[in-house]
């Protein structure tokens, strides 16, 4: 059974930064690549960026520049470090790990 669990949503000013964190629990986390997601209300779930088992990063176009994706292997864990967040980036953010386990999500609310 795998579990992952995410926190470090909440609401921030538009302009701020947030970091979120998702910690992998019930199998090796270097099995996997890891990725980010969001939802806004009414739209579907987008890709916001993955991390490779070696490191490599991709990112959705809104995110390149102002997120940074990064993992701890010694944690088990994944990071989304998010600066420059604007009203549109309102969603609830969920961890993915190999495209096919899902965190509950974690809520980031941008007041304008």
């Known amino acids: 059974q795998v579990q992952l669990v995410e926190s470090g949503g909440g609401l921030v000013q538009a302009g701020g930064s947030l970091k979120l964190s998702c910690v992998v629990f019930g199998r090796s986390f270097s099995d996997y690549v890891m990725g980010w997601f969001r939802q806004a209300p009414g739209k579907e779930r987008e890709l916001v960026a993955l991390v490779s088992r070696l490191g490599r990063h991709d990112y959705a176009d809104f995110a390149q520049g102002r997120f940074t994706i990064s993992r701890d292997s010694a944690e088990n864990r994944v990071y989304l470090l998010m600066n420059g967040l604007t009203f549109e980036d309102t969603a609830v953010y969920y961890c993915?790990?190999?495209?096919?386990?899902w965190g509950q999500g974690t809520q980031v609310t941008v007041s304008s």
């Open positions: 993915n790990a190999g495209g096919i386990h």
